[in-house]
């Protein structure tokens, strides 16, 4: 799954790294850890020249009040579930992040957490759904990202995984049909993924800066006893 985002590029060179401008009211802050509920700075594919905030937790169309919504989407079964049905059909988007955040069981009960990030990418895109909610008195643009099995990084502390898409496929996710598009819902395929333990500061999501992403010192940090060679 993906519970934790993060987007702390600067603003300029985010605008570079996707060709697409800064339009979200507010603007532009970096965030080093962003919880469901907040909002998620996304392309849509109705506007893949403009980088907009949506509210974490795509809320089902049919709800009458607002509600935290659904943060993740299994890609395999998306398109088979009526709330994402509209939103699986013609609503993709690309979800910006700097590195997301996962949590791995230990033998005593605890959690630890781990940042995992791309490699010489200060930003990359996870594969998203998008919709709108309207209710009586408000409309709320809302987001989900989808999620597939782990690659070899990440199953030593996930069975699942955000859809991180590779670059060279950003495009073509936006703009591709509903099968295509499931058939880039895999694991990421390349090897320039990297995660290392966290301190469980990220744990509170009134903990947002840059301490948060500090790798955790001790002396098995990261996961290199995990490599599989």
Not at 30 to 36: D, K, L, W
Not at 132 to 143: N, T
Not at 182 to 210: I, W
């Amino acid at each position: 799954m993906c519970g934790r985002n993060s987007l702390f590029i600067d603003q300029a060179d985010l605008e570079a790294r996707f060709d697409a401008e800064v339009v979200a009211d507010g603007g532009y802050t970096p965030r080093y850890n962003i919880a469901p509920g907040d909002d998620l700075h996304i392309i849509t594919n109705e506007a893949s020249d403009e980088i907009d905030t949506y509210h974490w937790g795509l809320i089902p169309f049919w709800a009458d009040e607002p509600e935290a919504g659904m943060i993740n989407a299994r890609s395999e079964t998306a398109d088979e579930k009526r709330v994402f049905d509209r939103a699986w059909d013609s609503r993709p988007c690309l979800v910006l992040s700097s590195g997301f955040y996962e949590w791995r069981s230990t033998n005593g009960g605890s959690k630890q957490p781990f940042r995992i990030h791309r490699e010489g990418d200060p930003a990359f895109a996870m594969a998203g759904l998008w919709d709108v909610w309207d209710g009586a008195d408000e409309s709320i643009s809302c987001v989900t990202i989808l999620t597939t099995d782990p690659n070899d990084l990440m199953k030593p502390i996930h069975d699942r995984m955000p859809v991180v898409l590779p670059k060279d496929v950003e495009s073509e996710w936006l703009s591709a049909g509903a099968d295509a598009r499931k058939r880039l819902c895999q694991p990421y395929p390349k090897d320039d993924l990297a995660a290392y333990e966290v301190s469980t500061r990220v744990n509170n999501p009134g903990n947002d800066d840059p301490k948060i992403i500090e790798p955790l010192e001790h002396e098995q940090s990261g996961l290199g006893e995990f490599s599989s060679g």
